[in-house]
């Protein structure tokens, strides 16, 4: 499986919009479930949302919950991240990762459980 993110790379001012887009390709049927990451300047890589493909159950980190909306379009292998009431603290490279199976729990955040990542992108919120 191949991923492409896109739709960063500019500067958004805090409190506006911006969405992401993740496409896939390659073996997409074994997908079970994408999700979103962030890495922040000098932290660790972090869970954003991820959504399963089949039924569309979506799942939030509590920073985020409320803002940002996780969707799919399974007829074009794609993954969006639509992020609303943008903050300073949301700056990071985001990055969309795919699983093969139903991760849960604690086994959500952690990015080793994984299976393929895209080349993530960069969103710069300015205060």
């Known amino acids: 499986v191949q991923l492409q993110a896109s739709g960063g790379g500019g500067l958004v001012q805090a409190g506006g919009s911006l969405r992401l887009s993740c496409a896939a390709s390659?073996?997409?049927?074994?997908?079970?479930?994408m999700a979103w990451f962030r890495q922040a300047p000098g932290k660790d890589r972090e869970f954003v949302a991820r959504?399963?493909?089949?039924?569309?159950?979506?799942l939030y980190s509590d920073s985020v919950k409320g803002r940002f909306t996780i969707s799919r379009d399974n007829a074009k292998n794609t993954m969006y991240l639509q992020m609303n009431s943008l903050k300073a603290e949301d700056t990071a490279f985001y990055y969309c990762?795919?699983?093969?199976?139903?991760?849960?729990?604690?086994?959500?955040?952690?990015?080793?459980?994984?299976?393929?990542w895209g080349q993530g992108t960069l969103v710069t919120v300015s205060s």
């Open positions: 390659g073996r997409t049927s074994s997908i079970y479930m």
């Open positions: 959504i399963t493909m089949s039924g569309g159950r979506a």
């Open positions: 990762t795919t699983s093969r199976v139903n991760l849960s729990g604690p086994e959500l955040l952690v990015d080793a459980l994984y299976d393929y």
